[in-house]
C-alpha cells in the first residue's frame, strides 16, 4: 500500500484529503506544520507528499527546499488555494502544482499518475 | 582788398549754411547759390562719389541744362573732372576744350563754357566728390578765387561727412528700431510659424530687409535633409505691388499689423509658400548653394547666379532669379536652416549693408528656431512624465488591487474546499444511505441540500477563480521586442560588475534582427541570470562574448540564436550534470534555480537551451528562440 504525506496547516482540509485518499486505497498520514512533516517522513518514508504552499512557520517552498538540499527523492505536489504560485520561479522545483478545489479528482488523477498507477496524459 | 573781404563774406555764409541744415542737397544748393553771387560765373556743379569711389554723380548744379544735368554720371579718371578726382588736384583750365584732358560731355552742353576751375573735395586724402566752376568768355582764375574755391570744397567736405555719417546712424538706429519691434513681436507666440513669419515680414519689408523675397529651410536631422519651411513674398509683380503698397498705407502700425496678421495664417495659401514647403534637399556636399550655406556656415551674396560655381542651372532656373543671397541660421554654434532672399521683382543688387542686416535677422531667426525646439521639447518630456505617472499609479493600484483579491481568495478558498469537499462525502454517504433505506423520503431530501451546497460552493469557486485569472492574466505577457535591444539592456546592469572585476564584454550584434515575440521581464530574467553566472565564473577577468546571430533552422523550426560565451574554465563534469536541477548551487549565496528558471522559461517561449561546456577553457550557453510562437 503506497503511503501518502498530507501536509497542511488547516485540520479540515487534512481531514478531508485523509477521509477522500484513504477511500483510493492509500495509507494516509498528515503532518499540520512543515517542522512536524520533516520528523514524519523520517518515521513514515512516504511514496508521495502533498504540500500546502503557504503556512505559519516555514512554508511549502521553504520545506521543499529542505528536501532537495537533503537528497530526498520523494514526489511533491504543491497545493495552493490559488493559482498565483504558478507564475513563481521556486514552485518549479515541485512535481506537480494542483490548485485546491472542492473537487478533488485533479488531485487524485496528480497523484496516481506521479505514481505510476495510470499512463500519464 | 576788396577781394579778401569778398573771400571773408563767402566763409562766414558757408559756415552759416553748413550749421543750418544737416540735409546734404539743400546744403549744396545753397553752397552754389553763395558761390555764383560772390564769384564772376556762369556755372556751378558738385559731384558727389558712390559708395565705390569710381562714380560721380551730379548731386547740385546752376547754370546747366535744367534736367538732363540732374542726371549726370561722370567716371573716375575720365574727362577734367575724373582727372582732378583721380589726382586729387585743382585744375583751372582757362581755355578747357583744348586741354588734352578734356572730353566733351554732350548733357552739360560744355559749348557754352570757355573757361573752367575743377577743385577736388577730399576726406582723408580720398576725393569723394568735385566741385566744378564755368566760365562762357576765357578768362583766367586768380590764386585767390582758386584759394576760395578750395577752401570751400574742404567745407562741403565736411558737410558731407557730417551728412553721411548722420545718414548711417538714422539708418542704424531705424536698424534697431525695427530689430527690437521684430524680437518683441518673435515674443509674443510660441509656434514657430509666426516667430519665423515676423521675421521674414521684416526681412521683406521696405522699411527694414527691403527683399522682394524671403524664404527659410531647416534641417530635419532624422532625415538629414534641407527643408523648406516657409517662403514670404508675391507671387508675380502684379502681386507685388499691391502688398508693397498694403505695406506703405500700414507703416504707422506695422508691428501690431505683421503680429496680427500672423495670427491669420493666411501666408499659408500663397502660391510661393507652397513651392518653398515643397523643397527638401539632402545634406550633402555639392547638392545646391543652400545646403553649401549649411555646410560652410557661411553667407553667400551672389551676383551673378549663372556664372556662381555652385549654383547649377537647374537652380536658377528653379528660382528664377539671378541675384540672390543664403544665410545660415545658427543657435549654439550649431546650423538650424538657412535664410534665403533674392529681388525677383525689381531686380535690385544685394548691397553689402542689406546683407549685413539679413545676418542680424537671421540670429533672430535662429533663436526662435531653437526656442521652439526647446519648447516642443519641454512640452514632450512633460507629456511623456504625465502619461509615465497616470500609468504608475494605475499599475499600482492594479498592483494592490490583485494583492488584496488574492489574500481575501485565499482566506475564502480554504473554507470553501472544506465545506464543498465534505459536501460531496455527505452527498455520497447519504446515496448509499438511501439504497439501503429505499423508502425514507427525509434521506432524499437530505441528499437533495448536499447537492445545492455542493453545486453553491462550485460556483463561489469557479467566481474565485475568474477573479483570480483577472488580477493575474495569463502566464507569460507577450510582445513584439528586439533581442538586442534587451541584451543591452541587460548589459548594462552588469557595467559596473563587469568593471570591477575586469571582464570585457564584446557585443556582436546581427544588425537586421527581426522582432521576438517575447515576455520581456521573464525573458530579461533569463539574461540576467546566464550574465550572472557568467561573471561568478570569472572571478579574476576575462572575455564575455554576446552574440547573436541571423534565422537559421535548429530543429525543423526557423530561430534566432543568441550566444552568451564566457572564459571562465568551462564546470567540471560532476556539477555539469547537475546544472539543470532545482536548488542546485555551487555559490553560497545562489538559489539554485538561475538555470532551471531559464530553462523553463525559454521552453515556455517554445525555444531550446544548450549548453557547450568546454573544460579548460569556458561555457558558451546558445538560445534558441523560435520566430512563431511556441506554446505558453
Known sequence: MKKILVIDDEQNIRLLYKEELEEQGYQVTVAATAEEAMGKIEADKPDLITLDIKMPGMDGIEFMRKLKEEKRDIPVILCSAYGRYKQDFRVWASDAYVVKSADLSELKLTIKEILGEVESQ | MKESKQGLEIFQDIARIANSTLDLNETLEKIIEVIKSNLHIDACAIYITDENHKIFNLKAASGLPPDTAKFIQLQIGKGITGWVAQHRKTLALSDAHNDPRFVYFPEIKEENFISMLSVPILVDEQCIGVINIHNAEKRMYTDLEILIMETIASQVSGCISNAMLFSKSQMLLKEQTILYDISQAVQTSTKLEHGLWIILSGITMGEAGGFNRAMV????????????????????????????????????????????????????????????????????????????????????????????????????????????????????????????????????????????????????????????????????????LLSTREQLVQSEKLAVLGEISAEVTHEIKNPLVSIGGFARRLENRIKILSSKYENEIELKNIADYSKIIRSEVDRLEKLLTNILDYSKAGTLQRAPCNINELMEEAIFLFKSGFYLKDIAAHLSLEKDIPLLNLDKTQFRQVLINLFYNAMESMPSGGKLTIATYPENYVGGQKVITLRIEDTGGGIPQDIYENIFNPFFTTKSTGTGLGLSISRKIIEMHGGTIRIENNIGRGVAVYLHLPLQNGPD
Open chain 2, 217 to 384: 529651410f531647416i534641417i530635419n536631422e532624422n532625415t538629414n535633409t534641407l527643408r523648406g519651411f516657409m517662403g514670404l513674398g508675391p507671387d508675380s509683380s502684379e502681386d507685388a505691388f499691391r502688398i508693397w503698397t498694403q505695406w506703405g498705407r500700414k507703416k504707422k502700425n506695422m508691428l501690431q499689423w505683421v503680429v496680427s496678421e500672423a495670427d491669420k495664417d493666411e501666408y499659408k495659401n500663397s502660391a510661393f509658400n507652397q513651392l518653398v514647403q515643397n523643397m527638401n534637399f539632402p545634406i550633402q556636399p555639392g547638392e545646391n548653394i543652400l545646403v553649401e550655406t549649411v555646410l560652410q556656415k557661411t553667407s553667400f551674396n551672389v551676383t551673378d547666379a549663372g556664372k556662381h560655381p555652385l549654383v547649377s542651372d537647374a537652380f536658377v532656373h528653379s528660382w528664377q532669379i539671378n541675384a540672390f543671397a543664403t544665410v545660415p541660421l545658427i543657435a549654439h554654434k550649431e546650423v538650424l536652416g538657412v535664410i534665403m532672399v533674392d529681388n525677383k521683382y525689381n531686380n535690385k543688387p544685394i548691397s553689402n549693408e542689406q546683407l549685413r542686416l539679413l545676418t542680424r535677422f537671421a540670429t533672430h531667426a535662429g533663436w526662435v528656431i531653437e526656442n521652439s525646439r526647446l519648447f516642443t521639447k519641454l512640452l514632450e518630456t512633460n507629456r511623456e
